[in-house]
Nanobody, 122 residues
Framework: QVHLVESGGGLVQAGGSLRLSCAAS????????MFWYRQAPGKQRELVAG???????HYADSVKGRFTISRDNAKNTVYLQMNSLKPDDAAVYYC????????????????WGQGTQVTVSS
C-alpha cells in the first residue's frame, strides 16, 4: 500500500558529506513521524534521527551536530544531511515512516525502506 524509495548512499571519505532521501508514495493520508535508522555489520539496528509532523527532531548522541534531519510534507519525503562523516558512520541506512492510510482509520502503520549503503573510507 505504501512504497518507500531511498537514495543518496554511497562511498565518501572521512570528513565528507552525503544526503539521504526517502520518498513515500501510495495510500497516505498523513505521516506522523519519519525516522532514519542504521545497521552496521554485526551490530543492532540503531535510531539515528527522527522528525515529527510538526518538525520536532531527535538525534542520537553520536550524530548530534553533524547530521540534520528534515522533511518535505508536500512530497512525503524525509532527508538526512550527513556532514563530517566518520568511519563509524558506515552502515546500511533505513528509512522508517509512521503513517495513517485514511482520515477515518486512526491506525498508525509502520513502513520501512529497503536500505541504502553508506561507506566511509578513512
Amino acid at each position: 500500500q505504501v512504497h518507500l524509495v531511498e537514495s543518496g548512499g554511497g562511498l565518501v571519505q572521512a570528513g565528507g558529506s552525503l544526503r539521504l532521501s526517502c520518498a513515500a508514495s501510495g495510500r497516505i493520508f498523513s505521516i506522523n513521524a519519519m525516522f532514519w535508522y542504521r545497521q552496521a555489520p554485526g551490530k543492532q539496528r540503531e535510531l539515528v534521527a527522527g522528525i515529527t509532523s510538526s518538525g520536532s527532531t531527535h538525534y542520537a548522541d553520536s550524530v548530534k551536530g553533524r547530521f540534520t534531519i528534515s522533511r518535505d510534507n508536500a512530497k512525503n519525503t524525509v532527508y538526512l544531511q550527513m556532514n563530517s562523516l566518520k568511519p563509524d558512520d558506515a552502515a546500511v541506512y533505513y528509512c522508517n515512516v509512521l503513517l495513517r492510510h485514511t482520515s477515518t482509520d486512526w491506525t498508525v502503520n509502520d513502513y520501512w525502506g529497503q536500505g541504502t549503503q553508506v561507506t566511509v573510507s578513512s
